[in-house]
């Protein structure tokens, strides 16, 4: 039935969700389907959608109705999976006809099937039919750094978070598992670990916290050069996870710990663990034992009753703490959340420039951190070639893909994957500009 069908995939939201999408390719390259990355092309469209906020369920709605404009070419059926179907199947299966078959967050191993199915039945609701696939991935990263999901699901019942009842508690994924998927990623100059929560992972599947185990056992890989941790939760920080990242050379000197507000009303109205105090604790210490850590972080404006003093707060607190990279939120009114009934919401105007007055206030940070680093000489990881600049575009160690800056350098030759040493002669307040010193036969 699917004999010489042509397959496409766009992905929405979260890096999480990215690793979903290429397991769900991993299985069609499996059974030897072609796939293609020009929509135009594709007899079978996969849309792996979002739903987090309402922008995103728009969003991923918007791209299904956009892809069914394709129906007068190659496009045969639109398969909509991932997060929107976990959560709203019995609403979105009548109204989105546009869908021809609507899988879950977890029934990867449905795909094919289903799709079959839909060539006699019509469309298919096959949600929660299946189980999250375990089989190989075809990476839609750049071939040198990839991403690990270490667990899926969560368990911090914060008021304003869905996750919970999309992707269910929290579920860590076997440490033989992930390391044989690590393994099995190809040589890396960058593993980025990922969940809701990775600094929760082992507790519900050993009874006790292996988060520094794993990375040990990650880092033992020859194929991994660096490991980059990404949402680590502040209450579970501990004296194992500091000494890890200080001591151990594979663990890149960086931390993102999404924070989401500074003052104890308002965390303790997210039911957030944690205290303005603590997190400037945590900070301190953190970068006492590892000196140069990069810690990022994100926040939320405007939760409910959040006042105007609270906002300033917040923004006096990023002041001291001087955080290396901040991303800025204004809270979003989720159905089903605790924070929904709330009283005392936010105007939409009043978030939208309270969130703007933290991203100068951030500004202002980066932009000194940044022009700091002019005249210095960085080893920088090249990802590739920016084509509009006419350079080449990388990053340093306090830099994440997609949600940090980048450094734009010229080079005779560079490679991507390759570690280059940079010479900083510009910035701004977001990233770096430079020229390499060293020539790509002399780069580490």
């Not at 009842?165 to 190809?186: F, H, T």
């Amino acid at each position: 039935m699917l004999e010489n069908k042509i397959f496409g995939m766009i992905s929405l939201g979260c890096d999480k969700n990215r690793v979903d999408a290429e397991r769900l390719l991993g299985i069609i390259r499996a059974k030897g389907y072609p796939i293609t990355d020009d929509i135009a092309e594709a007899n079978i469209l996969i849309v792996n959608t979002c739903a987090f906020l309402e922008s995103a369920r728009r969003e991923a709605i918007d791209t299904v109705l956009d892809c069914d404009s394709y129906r007068g070419g190659a496009l045969e059926k639109i398969v909509v999976t991932g997060c929107l179907p976990e959560k709203y199947i019995g609403e979105l299966f009548p109204s989105l006809t546009e869908g021809d078959v609507f899988l879950g967050c977890n029934d990867a191993d449905e795909l094919l099937s289903a799709i079959e199915r839909s060539y006699t039945e019509g469309r298919v609701n096959a949600v929660h039919a299946g189980h999250e696939s375990e089989g190989e991935r075809i990476l839609t990263t750049p071939l040198h750094y990839a991403y690990l999901k270490i667990a899926d699901g969560c368990n911090n019942r914060c008021t304003y978070c869905l996750i919970p009842k999309i992707r269910g508690g929290y579920r860590s994924y076997p440490m033989e598992q992930l390391v044989a998927e690590a393994e099995n990623l190809g040589d890396l100059s960058e593993l980025i670990l990922v969940a809701q929560d990775t600094t929760r992972y082992g507790s519900d599947l050993y009874g006790e916290n292996k988060f520094a185990e794993l990375i040990r056992r990650l880092s033992a890989l020859e194929n991994v050069e660096k490991i980059r941790l990404l949402y680590c939760y502040p209450d579970v920080i501990g004296e194992e996870l500091i000494s890890e990242i200080a001591r151990n050379d594979k663990v890149i000197k960086y931390i993102d710990i999404p924070l989401q507000h500074s003052e104890d009303r308002v965390l303790k109205r997210m039911n957030r663990k944690g205290s303005r105090a603590e997190y400037l604790a945590l900070i301190e210490k953190l970068r006492r034992e590892i000196p140069g850590i990069a810690i990022r972080s994100t926040f939320i404006a405007g939760f409910p009753g959040e006042t105007e003093e609270e906002a300033e707060a917040l923004a006096d607190f990023l002041r001291e703490a001087k955080l290396t990279n901040c991303g800025f939120f204004a809270y979003s009114r989720e159905p089903e959340t605790p924070a929904y009934r709330l009283k005392e919401q936010v105007p939409a105007r009043t978030k939208q420039r309270r969130v703007k007055m933290l991203y100068e206030v951030q500004r202002k940070i980066s932009e000194k951190f940044l022009r700091g680093k002019i005249g210095a000489t960085l080893e920088v990881l090249c990802d590739g070639i920016d084509y509009e600049r006419g350079c080449f575009v990388g990053r340093a160690y306090w830099q994440a893909p997609d949600i940090d800056g980048k450094i734009y350098f010229t080079a005779p030759h560079a490679e991507q994957g390759r570690t280059y040493r940079v010479k900083i002669g510009g910035a701004d307040s977001y990233d770096l500009f430079g020229a390499a010193e060293e020539t790509d036969e002399s780069a580490q």
